[in-house]
């Protein structure tokens, strides 16, 4: 034991001593759940990895696989560690795939965004785009993020290399604004409200479809509204922009959604925008990542591609940044 300012700490683990082969044979059977598919995932024969895990479970005192009918299942334990290891083996390969110059037409990368179904169909093309065009190699991996993911977001951006959320759910990370956008009502398209215009008491009155609903998940204008004192009659919730639509139309139900995600669909959903009877504010799209990749330059190069690929699908440049409101930014 060693004590830090009095307190005593436990001891260190000798890494010198770990096969950091083990890490990557960890992640496989936590992932797999079966000693036979990560094998054949790691291109190793069954006895090679059975081998590899029975010095984990030496290592962890815990059998981490236990077999329950015809499967595996995984301990406590191994519950615990299967986010660990993926983010640790996405460390070590950062750390030993680094180089002093990023190429990016010669990286065989693959990036990993954390975005809304709204920001996929704001930007995902266009980045997408740039992407096969400067780095043809790379894959673009869009992963959903969900209010799980936003609460633990600085573990989660040790293993994605962006999330993409506005202003006032995050700190102690780095951000770049990328864009302004505007909050909207939608109804149905025979809605009566849709021909004289929404007032705050049918906030108050209409069934409402909302998204990321809860505690600590909630949209900026659903914030927004509430402070101001209006409390909506929440009749259905999702955690999905795009599926708004289709529960708006032919109801008396309300939302809210982005006004360039409207302009994005189809003319004939069903569905109206509307201004809102109160002021929501604008919607700034922000991406987020870990300061440990500040001076990344392969993670540099994809921030300036995302920049670029927001100019080119709003027609804007990036919205100036406030450097007083929280975070690390980069302009």
């Known amino acids: 034991m060693t004590a830090i300012d009095g307190m005593d700490t436990v001891p ?3 890494l010198a001593s770990l096969d950091l082969n083990l890490l990557v044979s960890l992640d496989a059977l936590l992932q797999q759940r079966s000693v036979t598919r990560a094998a054949a995932q790691m291109g190793l024969s069954q006895p090679a990895l059975s081998a590899s895990l029975a010095r984990l479970r030496r290592h962890f005192d815990d059998e981490l696989l236990t077999r329950v009918g015809n499967e595996y299942r995984l301990t406590p334990l191994a519950v615990q560690l299967k986010e660990l290891a993926r983010i640790a083996l996405s460390g070590v390969e950062r750390v030993f795939s680094a180089q002093p110059e990023f190429d990016p037409a010669s990286s065989t990368r693959e990036f990993t965004l954390l975005v809304s179904d709204y920001l996929v169909a704001v930007l995902g093309d266009t980045v997408a785009g740039l992407l096969a065009e400067e780095a043809p190699n ?10 799980a993911v936003v609460d633990r ?9 962006l999330l993409f959320l506005p202003p ?6 780095s951000r770049r604004d990328l864009y302004r956008d ?11 409200v849709a021909d004289v215009g929404l007032t705050v008491q049918d906030l108050e009155t209409l069934p409402w479809v909302a998204t990321y609903h809860g505690p600590t998940a909630s949209t900026p204008a659903a914030r927004q509204m509430r402070m101001l004192g209006i409390e909506p009659h929440v009749q259905v919730v999702v955690e999905s922009f795009l599926t708004v639509p289709a529960l708006i139309a032919g109801s008396d139900r309300i939302a809210l959604l982005q006004r360039r995600l409207v302009d994005l669909l189809p003319l004939n ?3 109206r925008a509307l201004p809102c009877p109160f002021d929501a504010g604008p919607l ?3 991406m987020w990542w870990h300061p440990v990749f500040d001076d990344d330059p392969e993670h540099g190069y994809l921030r300036d591609l995302v920049a670029r690929a927001a100019d080119l699908a709003v027609g804007e440049r990036s919205v100036a940044i406030d450097p007083t409101d929280g975070g690390q930014h980069e302009k």
């Open 284 to 286: 700034i799209e922000a």
């Open 182 to 192: 505007e909050w909207v009502c939608v109804v149905a398209a025979d809605n009566p």
């Open 269 to 271: 959903t069903g569905i």
């Open 168 to 173: 006032g759910f995050l700190t102690d990370l």
């Open 138 to 147: 790379t894959r673009l991996r869009l992963s959903t993020h969900s209010p």
């Open 153 to 161: 977001a600085e573990q989660a951006l040790l293993s994605a290399d």
């Open 12 to 14: 260190l683990v000798n």
